[in-house]
């Protein structure tokens, strides 16, 4: 009996060391896109045979997650080119490790409700606009002010998340809302908004994976954080394949409508996922001298090749494990 006992402690021994030592994993992620595809798929959870526990954590705008990142709550999130430099300007030492791009970058836009006297970017002059501050909206509305002669400075930015934005635009609180799938789409299908200009033309469709010097420097994160890019390659390459199967997992992860759904992905195009490229840093240059010489950022930020994470992402966890 007492060589029972003995052997009964040893495991449950055993089983704490090891669930102990367990890796958690914590992704932040927003409505749509690749995550949320991953997430309903359900790979990551082989990750357990390995001792990797990944956690997922929804987020409204990437200035949220990045946010949330900065304090340790999560790992990595995905999100567009403005909420990292914003983060950047604000002490977060982040890495870049990956990027996203579709075929065609047309899943922003600007709206006005349908009874608006504004026809066109420039009727905006003086107006308030409603966008997250520091979300990939903000750059859009700048680039297409400058496109007819204005900036920023020529408009009211009215500081609002999405779904507050939308309320604000349809009771007339501000002029205009700068949003992207798949809240554009969700305010077409109310058929109360008119768009005065999409972001075709003007930005470059591109996603961007971010992490922070902390996940690169624990070797057990980092590991993880190479089978979740894995993961993210190969839901990607699902998603290109099985358009129809990804609008159900969307639809049944977020409740969106399916012909809402839809939209996004004709918007969206094939997805394609790469480690991330020295090149992109140019663009993020250029959009951070931009906020700055606007007075919108208080310092000038330098975008040097030590902001980018070396992580493989070569093999899946499925192959893995086995």
Known sequence: MKKQLLAAFALLTLGSIA?????????????????????????LDEAAKLGIKYEWYLFPAGPQLLEAQRAGAIDFGSTGDTPSIFAFAAGTPIKYVGITKTRDPKSSAILVTKDSPIKTVKDLKGKKIALQ???????????????VGLDLNDVEIVNLPPAEARGALEGKAVDAWVIWDPFYAIA??????????????????????????????????KKALSYLLAELKRTADWANKNRDKLVDLWNEDLGIPRDILKTVLLRSGNYSITPFPTSQLNYLQKEADTFYKLGVLPNKLNFTSELIGKVPFTKSITASSK
Not at 133 to 141: D, K, P, Q, T
Request: no cysteine.
């Open 188 to 221: 077409q299908a109310g058929n109360n908004v008119r768009v005065i200009r999409d972001s075709k033309g003007l930005t470059d469709g591109v996603g961007y994976w971010i992490t922070v010097d902390r996940v690169l420097k624990d070797p057990g994160k």
């Open 133 to 147: 501050r520091g979300s990939a909206s903000h750059y859009l509305i700048q680039l297409a002010l400058q496109e």
């Open 19 to 43: 669930h102990a030592e367990d890796i958690v994993f914590k992704i932040g992620y927003q409505k749509g896109g690749l995550p949320t595809a991953l997430k309903s798929l359900g790979w």
